[in-house]
């Protein structure tokens, strides 16, 4: 019995993390009220972050799986060869030894003496069976805890992964040579066509992780079809300028940038060629925002990407850290409101609601800059904001458990990291940065998007 058990135990099987082939995808044309894709593209292994349940048979590994192939299967070994394991094995084949001793022994002798009668028989034999089945419940728990050591050892070292990325998202580095836009290739001299370049270290955990700078074509791709939110302040409005300037182009952003930046308004478009609708919604307060995830829960209506962010104006106006993170934590309940969420995604014939998933709903927190006091262009602003405060509000930042980093839903697209690294002669009133900065930041959230959804560009 013991030979007959063993093979099956100590073989098994160690997972591959290989890239299969995907099958053909078709997408229905829907209206875009339902958020519905209606085109894949080859440059993307999938079509859209929003199809990201792991539950898809087309559903490919983790971002960066085949390189780390090695890795996991190396810690998959470890796993099975643990003491732990291997007590836990011995003491489930001398259990089942045990019972079949118990149950069969009993059986077989009944067998023999009640023979003639067949129901006498089966009666024992069920007694006999109920008997050891009670005995063997406590040790269930671990049985099924055994069972299940195959999944843990496929998908342990990929979610490992895929978390140790998103922490490295931040490491970029600018340098002083300038990118341009193609339209504008020919003018290599004019600061206005004309950006200071940045890039991902390459070298060590980070080059592992073969970060890229997502393209016209990827971005659209990735959101296609999708309803992306920007709310906040002036930070998070050149957040939606980055975007729409990715998915646009810049002559595209020219002919809307007078209405997108009328003073202190919220501002919405839709960019027709991939189905991309973006709310941008003037709330520079934290009880805006919080307003704001009030409205969505009461509507039962979702975006499916929502960037968030305040500060600067709670600092200059009114200048309370402690209150700031009164209102922080009470927008932190609201979010976590939203999770779970309903929405209409995928939903039948007659738009009937389904459950939506709470990773669906894909949640970013835009980080306030740096700020240099010498270049702030009001006494009262120089006055307010001096770093001591700064240090204050980001502390009960920390301290309100809205960030994913302290247990929260919120991705940190880390702003002051990101303006601190690019200096001061990028921005002009010590505030607000170049774009460079929040192309960035954009950068970054796309990329965590495509680690949390499974994908990379091709």
Not at 72 to 82: I, N, P, V
Not at 264 to 292: C, Q, R
């Amino acid at each position: 019995m013991l030979y007959f058990l063993s093979p099956p135990i100590f073989s098994l099987p160690i997972p591959k993390f290989t890239r299969k082939p995907l099958p053909p995808i078709k997408y229905r044309a829907k209206k875009f009220c339902s958020y519905q894709f209606v085109s894949a593209s080859p440059s993307l292994s999938k079509p859209s972050f929003r199809q990201e349940t792991s539950r898809c048979s087309n559903l490919i590994p983790d971002h960066k799986c085949e390189k780390k192939g090695a890795n996991d299967r190396k810690a998959a070994e470890t796993f099975r060869r643990t003491p732990r394991v291997q007590e836990m094995i011995g003491a489930v084949q001398f259990g089942l030894l045990a019972a079949c001793v118990v149950l069969f022994v009993p059986m077989g002798m009944a067998g023999w003496h009640l023979s003639r009668n067949k129901m006498l028989f089966f009666s024992c034999a069920l007694f006999i069976t109920l008997a050891v089945g009670v005995h063997l419940t406590p040790y269930f728990p671990s049985i099924s805890e055994f069972l299940s050591a195959s999944e843990v050892i496929s998908t342990t070292p990929a979610f490992l992964y895929r978390d140790s990325c998103v922490l490295l998202l931040h490491r970029v580095v600018y340098s002083d040579a300038r990118a341009c836009d193609s339209v504008d290739a020919n003018f290599d001299d004019n600061e206005t066509s004309c950006k200071r370049s940045w890039g991902w270290i390459k070298r060590g955990e980070v080059d592992e992780c073969e970060f890229q700078k997502l393209k016209k074509s990827d971005a659209s791709d990735l959101l296609n079809g999708s309803w992306v939110v920007v709310a906040g302040d002036s930070q998070s409005r050149l957040m939606a300028v980055s975007l729409l300037e990715l998915v646009m182009g810049s002559e595209g952003v020219e002919r809307i940038r007078e209405d997108l930046f009328k003073r202190h308004s919220d501002y919405s478009v839709m960019v027709e060629e991939i189905g991309m609708k973006l709310d941008f919604v003037w709330a520079p307060y934290v009880a805006n925002l919080t307003e704001l995830m009030s409205r969505y829960k009461g509507s039962k209506n979702f975006p499916d990407v929502l960037m968030m962010g305040a500060g600067l104006w709670d600092m200059l106006h009114v200048n309370n850290a402690s209150e700031f993170g009164v209102s922080l934590r009470v927008l932190r309940d609201n979010v976590l409101a939203l999770l779970p969420v309903s929405s209409s995604l995928d939903a039948g014939g007659g738009g009937v609601s389904e459950p939506k998933p709470a990773h669906l709903l894909h949640l970013f927190w835009v980080g306030m800059p740096t700020l240099i006091s010498s270049m702030l262009n009001t006494d009262q602003k120089r006055e307010r904001m001096t770093t001591t405060m700064y240090d204050s509000y980001d502390n009960e930042l920390t301290g309100s458990n809205l960030l994913r980093e302290s247990g929260g839903p919120l991705l940190k697209l880390d702003i002051h990291l990101l303006s601190e690294l690019c200096g001061p002669h990028c921005t002009s009133d010590g505030m607000h940065y170049d774009g460079v900065v929040y192309d960035a930041a954009l950068q970054i959230m796309l990329n965590a998007l495509l680690i949390e959804s499974n994908q990379k560009p091709q």
